[in-house]
């Protein structure tokens, strides 16, 4: 297993034009959560992450996930429009997570991957802001430390995430970046198929994760409608200038009968 912070930042190498392509600026998953979709990855990017190429790779380019770059197969590279519109790793973090049972776990923290397949195994247990500055002032508070395990039946939310009281993996979840794998990734990764395989496999249940910039989709909607609200009350704006016009003129005989009636005062008086 892998973590996907460890990947953001790696390398990318085209291993059929021995070029480097950049590096890995977001992790794409699909909507089920079950595996890795692409990568965003990056060339060319200032200190302070403007400009720079940006491309799309889907994860049936991936050839292996080393511990310094991913290798990639550039003849396997084709622009998917729909990799743009899934969620990222980004859109993940930071959900709070519940027991069925009313336990608060924590936050997503982080996300675990299959290195050898893409396969998302489990999303990692953090603390919120709130919980670290509670343990500052509590050492002896009780601290969840593991996984909730992606395949298990999650009911996402907008910002909140209830999980079945067994898909807990507690303990701290063993992560290795050198070429020799642990026991435990050996049964991970003993019926892994290859990224190409895995991407191309049909899922298993819903979408459960979207983008968090979909929320403000409806308002976008709404916006194309000013201009038409504007053109319609402009029209009677056009008509209201004669009535002004109307107004004075049916206002001038007033001031002239007015001038008429006070005329034979003055003359009354030498």
Do not use: C
Not at 21 to 39: M, N, P, S, T, Y
Request: glycine letters at 8%.
């Amino acid at each position: 297993m892998i973590k996907g912070s460890q990947l953001i930042g790696r390398a990318v190498i085209d291993m059929e034009a021995a070029e480097r392509l950049g590096k890995i600026k977001e992790i794409i998953v699909q909507r089920d959560g079950e595996r890795v979709a692409g990568f965003v990855v990056v060339h060319g990017e200032t200190i302070v992450a403007t400009g720079g190429k940006r491309r799309m790779i889907p994860a049936s380019a991936v050839h292996s996930i080393g511990p310094d770059a991913m290798t990639v197969r550039g003849s396997a590279m084709q622009e998917l429009a729909e990799l743009d519109n899934l969620p990222r790793m980004s859109d993940i973090i930071g959900h709070k997570m519940v027991t069925q049972s009313g336990r608060l776990l924590g936050v997503i923290d982080d996300m675990l991957i299959n290195r050898a397949d893409g396969t998302i195994i489990g999303f990692v247990v953090g603390e919120g802001v709130r919980s670290k500055l509670e343990n500052m002032f509590n050492p002896r508070r009780s601290r969840i430390h593991g996984y909730v395990r992606a395949e298990a039946n999650l009911h996402v939310g907008k910002d909140l995430i209830v999980v079945p009281d067994d898909a807990l993996i507690e303990g701290e979840p063993a992560v290795h970046e050198g070429d020799q794998k642990p026991p435990i990734a050996k049964t991970d990764e003993a019926d892994s198929h290859g990224w190409d395989e895995r991407a191309s496999a049909e899922s298993s249940r819903p979408s459960i994760w979207t983008r968090r910039t979909d929320t403000s989709a409806p308002t976008r909607s709404e916006t194309p409608a000013q201009p038409r609200l504007k053109s319609e009350t402009a029209r009677p704006v056009e008509n209201y200038r004669p009535a002004e016009e109307a107004k004075v003129e049916t206002s001038q005989p007033n001031r002239e009968d007015e001038a008429i009636a006070t005329a034979p005062n003055d003359d009354s008086h030498p």
